[in-house]
């Protein structure tokens, strides 16, 4: 009987996990985009004056630079702590920031609002990677899966949604696009608490040579969050700004970004072997802006309007959820699932250049598939050979790198679009000429990272093995 009741009790774990997982990281990343541009026209006084529409669009756009910055310091608590404990305060201050969304009627009020929003989603989204680490080695996969899956869609269609939000007029949906989500995500995170029960320390510790481990990994992440914080204040001090402001501060960031991401890829505690803080790094980087760059472009064009985008956000979901059962099925031998997907997810980036982001929508459904699958399957393949401080690592670097891209992709978008006459078929072909770069850089910067994970495995290849060491089953990788 009490076999049974164990195992009851934990099937209804890993089911609450999956339900805060699928609930989750879609409610974080629908905090990312600074979607009250789009419901400018009906702010009436809040915008009023001729600095009002600027003040505005500072204040909504604190959510994301509050999102990076926190994120680090999540990622130290959930390794230190258990995990739904730092899940559940990031959802209650993003509940708390829904309850005061719908009185925001002042410029400040809207700031603190964002910020709130954005403390909460960089708190929660690391904490519901970790909530994977706390379930056991056979339930894992299947939620590093489902976090992948969720994840990669929220990039892509994060502006899609928040358009579609936005058009019933009501610009309070900025701030809080759906609430009834946060209440289901704290709903399946209060019942996921109750179930879990257990030891209060993570996963792993229960040695000496393994307390010496996770010292080190603590270390790592407390180092990695001190970029976050940086580029995070960097970013604010120079939005909306000059245009030459905005392209050196995103080029520094960008470098600081790819160096700090490349450095924890190597180490050995927190890289791993698949480089998943160099991928989530670069996902962040080029995914969400290039797709909002596209969305935003779409909107603009007679031809496009009053089209909705559930289309091609099926297509996304799909292939998002079809890569990432390839991954877990081929998870005994993730290598050559991660660079495959990233391929693919390069590739996809490539066609969307030539084939232009007005494209039919579901020409372009097509050629943007295989990079919500190529990418879901790529770190749902790394996630399965990865530490939980390398999955910490690489979701804060992920939000890092999301705040990074859209900070370097609006500045090129500023900088081609203030060299024009404001004609809006200029302003437009402005805007395409910046997605059709951003769209190459991103497949270019998805290229080398391929090749740092082929190089990675052929160091390891080379390396001597230990006679002890034997087959890594729990992690899903050979030596």
Wanted: hydrophobic share 60%.
């Amino acid at each position: 009987g009490r076999a049974w009741a164990g195992a009851a009790r934990r099937a209804a774990a890993d089911t609450a996990s999956a339900a805060v997982v699928a609930a989750v990281a879609p409610l974080c990343l629908l905090q990312a985009p600074n979607a009250i541009a789009w419901a400018m026209a009906s702010l009436g006084p809040v915008a009023a004056g001729p600095q009002g529409p600027g003040a505005v669009l500072r204040a909504s756009g604190l959510a994301l630079p509050a999102m990076a910055a926190v994120a680090g310091i999540a990622a130290l608590a959930a390794r230190r702590l258990r995990a739904w404990p730092v899940l559940l305060a990031g959802l209650l201050v993003m509940a708390l920031a829904d309850a005061l969304g719908g009185s925001a009627r002042t410029i400040e009020l809207i700031g603190i609002d964002r910020t709130l929003h954005g403390l909460g989603a960089g708190i929660a989204m690391p904490a519901t990677l970790a909530l994977a680490w706390e379930r056991p080695p056979g339930a894992r996969p299947l939620l590093a899966a489902l976090w992948s899956a969720v994840t990669v869609t929220g990039l892509i269609a994060a502006v899609a949604v928040l358009q579609h939000r936005l058009s019933g007029g009501d610009w309070h949906a900025a701030f809080q696009p759906y609430p009834w989500l946060t209440g289901a995500a704290l709903a399946a995170a209060a019942v996921y608490a109750v179930l879990a029960g257990g030891p209060a320390s993570p996963p792993g510790e229960g040695r000496d040579g393994a307390r010496k481990g996770t010292a080190h990994e603590r270390a790592q992440l407390a180092v990695l969050a001190s970029p976050a914080v940086g580029l995070s204040a960097l970013a604010v001090a120079v939005t909306y700004r000059q245009p030459a402001a905005l392209l050196a501060a995103a080029s520094v960031g960008t470098l600081v970004l790819c160096g700090v991401a490349a450095v924890a890829s190597a180490d050995k505690v927190v890289g791993g072997p698949l480089c998943f803080p160099l991928i989530g790094a670069v996902t962040g980087l080029v995914v969400a802006p290039a797709a909002g760059a596209v969305t935003s472009l779409r909107a603009l064009a007679p031809a496009q309007q009053g089209g909705a985008p559930w289309l091609p956000l099926a297509a996304v979901a799909g292939a998002a959820a079809s890569g990432a059962a390839i991954a877990v099925a081929a998870r005994r031998r993730p290598r050559p699932v991660v660079c495959t997907g990233l391929t693919l997810a390069a590739a996809s980036l490539a066609a969307v250049r030539i084939m232009g982001p007005l494209a039919a929508g579901p020409v372009l459904a097509a050629v943007s598939a295989p990079l919500a699958g190529g990418l879901a399957a790529a770190m749902t393949a790394a996630l399965t050979a990865a530490t939980l401080a390398s999955a910490l690592s690489g979701a804060s670097l992920m939000l890092a790198g999301l705040m990074t891209g859209y900070l370097a992709a609006g500045s090129v978008q500023v900088r081609m679009v203030a060299s024009l006459a404001p004609a809006r078929t200029a302003v437009r072909d402005a805007l395409t000429g910046a997605a059709g770069l951003w769209e190459l850089a991103g497949a270019v910067a998805i290229a080398l990272v391929t090749t740092a994970v082929i190089i990675a495995g052929r160091r390891a290849l080379a390396a001597p093995v230990p006679a002890s060491a034997g087959k890594l089953s729990s992690r899903g990788l050979s030596p």
